[in-house]
């Protein structure tokens, strides 16, 4: 496999974060700025939307803008550093295992009431909120229902059915969308520089996911993976197939993993420098080597999760492939997912009845829960592509 560099076509503001980068969330866009203007902002946030709708980076740009003299600017030292993942009073948290333990909690509690000296709000966001066991939740409870004065907590989940109702009649609750399919488009042609044409492909396969977007269109091997992927079905005719593209879909995803984490890592590290006032090739200070360190210490703890995200984004992949047949087959009209596979998915639609497309879809969704739920990724795939081997060809 060939190193995956940093896309060059991205500019380094990319990660600058701010209000700016929230696509299509008008309305929550004017909730947070009114509040971080205000000066007394509730202490307890959820914010919740589908993956995808940006629910970490909303989160972001809400803690630089409660620390920022101008409302969250992107380019002070402070809103550098929330972005660079350096400020000294914001804490982004997400968890590598199935569920928070009470420790990490309790390390939580413990941070949030410690003053943030020299600056204004300290604000602890837990991006998978969803993950805390309810034992773990009760112990948070009490901390966000009496919090010190300058502390300012923000709970992150798919949907707020995501986390104990204790907690979400505490919370002040934001609500993220799906951006539309030209909104992310745009954002792609406007902040990224790509063409349209790439721009409406990437945004479009990617269902509006900025993040997949964004790599889409600037990493060719991941565009070929997703390609492999999503052609799999459409080959697959006998149990020894089925097995075969299983193994393949896993390394697939281990592959889309690493080559994501690598980048992940060296957009961190550029960060990381340009918050420290350090040029590109400059070398590394002894005394902040440790700061280096810890970046790539996180990298490796978040590998493991990383791969899970990555069979998930497969699956999603391979959710699209069957909504497109079910559009093809109940003659919606609607353009598909995968509009430059038309052809070979109407070939697909016709070994399949609308209730066996159905029942593929079922199949995707418990692959998707068995995978979060620790199944090995092989057996998860194995029972899901025997699955879509089409009916008249079963047992052949
Ligand atoms: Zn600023």
């Known amino acids: 496999m060939s190193s995956p560099a940093p896309p060059p076509s991205l500019s380094p503001a990319t990660d600058s974060g701010g209000f700016s980068e929230l696509v299509g969330q008008h309305d929550a866009v004017e909730q947070l700025s009114d509040a971080a203007a205000s000066g007394s902002p509730t202490h307890a946030w959820l914010f919740t939307g589908p993956p995808g ?62 003053r943030p000296q020299g600056h204004r709000w300290r604000v602890i966001v837990v991006e998978d909120a969803d993950r805390m066991t309810e034992r773990a939740t009760n112990v948070l409870l009490k901390a966000i229902e009496e919090p010190p004065p300058q502390t300012i907590w923000v709970l992150c989940a798919p949907s707020p059915a995501d986390v104990l109702v204790t ?41 509006s996911h900025i993040g997949v977007a964004r790599r889409l269109a600037a990493d060719v091997e991941a565009r070929n993976r997703r390609e492999q992927t999503v052609s799999l079905p459409l080959k697959v005719r006998s149990a020894s197939q089925a097995v075969l593209s299983a193994a393949e879909l896993v390394s697939m995803a281990q592959a889309d993993a ?23 090739e400059e070398k590394i200070p002894p005394k902040l080597r440790t ?16 791969v899970t995200d990555s069979l998930d984004r497969t699956l999603i992949d391979l959710t699209a492939v069957y909504r497109d047949v079910l559009s093809i087959k109940l ?13 070979q998915l109407a070939e697909l639609a016709e070994t399949l009845s609308a209730e066996q497309a159905l029942g593929c879809l079922d199949a995707l969704n418990t692959a998707r829960t068995r995978i979060t739920q620790n199944v090995p990724p092989a057996l998860a795939m194995e029972a899901l592509m025997m699955h879509l081997i089409p009916r008249r060809h079963r047992g052949a």
């Open 291 to 306: 700061q280096f360190k810890r970046l790539e210490d996180d990298a490796a703890r978040r590998a493991k999760r990383t």
């Open 331 to 343: 003659n919606t009209g609607a353009e598909l997912i995968n509009e430059h596979l038309r052809a």
């Open 258 to 280: 690493a080559s994501e984490s690598e980048s992940r890592l060296a957009r961190e590290q550029t960060a990381l420098r340009r918050s420290l006032g350090l040029e590109p």
């Open 167 to 207: 907690i979400r009649s505490r919370c002040r609750h934001i609500s993220l969308r799906i951006p539309p399919v030209e909104a992310v488009e745009a954002l792609l042609v406007e902040r990224d520089g790509l063409s349209p044409e790439q721009a409406g492909f990437a945004a479009r396969v990617s269902q």
């Open 53 to 114: 709708s940006g629910r970490s980076n909303a989160a972001r740009a809400f803690a630089a803008a409660l620390n920022c003299e101008q409302g969250g600017c992107s380019t002070c030292q402070s809103c550098r550093m929330v972005s660079a993942g350096s400020h000294p009073t914001v804490t982004m948290v997400s968890t590598e295992n199935v569920s928070y333990r009470i420790e990490d909690v309790r390390q939580l509690i413990t941070t949030a009431q410690d």
